[in-house]
C-alpha cells in the first residue's frame, strides 16, 4: 500500500519546478530558489551543473530544507550524492524528465571524460520527514 508522503509525491512529481527553502551557512537566514527537481518512490533528488551554488553551499552546512512543489509542500535533510555512480543515475532521471536538457548533458559528460574540463555538477537526496 502506498503511503501518504509517496501518494502526495506521485500528485506532484510532474511539476517542472519546486521551491526550495534553505538557510544560510552562516546568517541562518531563509532563502528561497526555484529548481528542478525528480521523485522516486518517497524520495526527491535535485541537481546542479555548478555546485558552488549558494544553495548548493548552504544545504551542506544546514541540511534542513522545506520545499514547494504545486500545492504541497514538504520538509526534510538533504544528503550529497558523493558516490560516481549514483550521481550519474540522478543526472540520468533529470535528463529523463527535462528531455530538453540531454544535449548539455551529453556534451558536459563528453568534455569531463576528455579532461577539458573539470565536473562542477552536484546530486542530493532529500529525505522527507513524514508527513
Known sequence: MESDLTARL???SGNQTLQLTHYGRKSAKAYQVTIWFVVEGD???LATAN???QWT???LKKPQVS???GDETFSGKVEPITDSTDKAEILELVGHKYW???PYLWVSRMLTGLGLVTDRTAAFRVRLDSA
Do not use: D, E
Request: hydrophobic residues 45%; positive net charge.
Open 43 to 45: 524520495i526527491v533528488y
Open 10 to 12: 506521485s500528485r506532484v
Open 57 to 59: 553551499r548552504n544545504v
Open 51 to 53: 555546485r558552488n551554488r
Open 67 to 69: 520545499m514547494r512543489i
Open 100 to 102: 530538453y536538457a540531454l
